[in-house]
């Protein structure tokens, strides 16, 4: 198993199939930045699903147990399928989405193909806030379809990602947590993150996930949770009474960088070390070099040997201007 300059393992590879996405939610890809007009990578610098899978090979053979894909939105990639039934055969494979095309029958078909749980972005119940922060004037109603839809599918648990922004969404926490009460999926608040450099982020928006526990503990009360293993990002909390879990992902306000445990790969083949990273480096240019499987894995061996990256310690007012890769590119 190889490990960074902090000993930390490299366990998890998220990787986005295309950085293209039919939402222009505010805090990822605010319409105003990402427009009609919007230069997006022309098809033949996407790495094809053959690519993806030798890089996803390279990263197992160095310690990697779980795959996710995101985007951008990743159903948007023409028969992802294809590319579940490759990567299913090296590790364990999930999928982020935001529902919008997740109906029974993909549901279904990905299952089929191999893939193992679905995460399903959902920041609100309020159907106008909703369709504010998607920004396309996406119904809540159709997303909610998407969840039951992963559900009957086997695609569990199925997780529901909440980002929260203060005086947006914030005041739903509550409902949206006793939405999902007693149904086995489990939500997950995610403070507001400086991702990227469009989303105009500042500390006061954030809501730090002890709120969000104590709000929703003044309804339900809850019980801490032990992580399930090393790396897991979110803090588990479990309702008392038995209704399930929920989650809180506090990058900001207490960060876990010293348990990461995931690299990124961008739908071009760049590979990045950290959510706020401001460069990566380009396998795709190995892969089309000729390199070999081997080459591959030792080239993906070294850059993480050398990892050092702790941005959300660190934070701070000199940091938070700094050239952020864009979270459409890696999938948060």
Known sequence: MVRDTLGRPVKDLRISVTDRCNFRCTYCMPKEVFGRDFAFLP?????????IARIGAAFVRNGVTKIRLTGGEPLLRRDLERLIEQLAGLAEVALTTNGSLLTREKARSLKNAGLSRVTVSLDSLDDAIFRAMNDVDFPVA???EAIDAAGEAGLTPVKIDVVVKRGLNDAGVVELAGRFRNTGHIVRFIEYM????TNGWRMDDVVAGREVVERISAAWP????DAGYFGEVAERWRYSDGAGEIGVITSVTQPFCGS????RLAANGQFYLCLFAGNGYDLRALLRGGASDEQLAEVVASLWRARGDRYSEIRSDATVPLPKVEMSHIGG
Request: hydrophobic share 45%.
């Open 222 to 225: 809850l019980a801490p949770v």
């Open 43 to 51: 098809r033949a610098e996407l790495l094809t699903f053959e690519e």
């Open 194 to 197: 400086d991702v990227g450099n």
């Open 260 to 263: 990461c445990t995931r690299a």
């Open 142 to 144: 159709r997303v909610l």
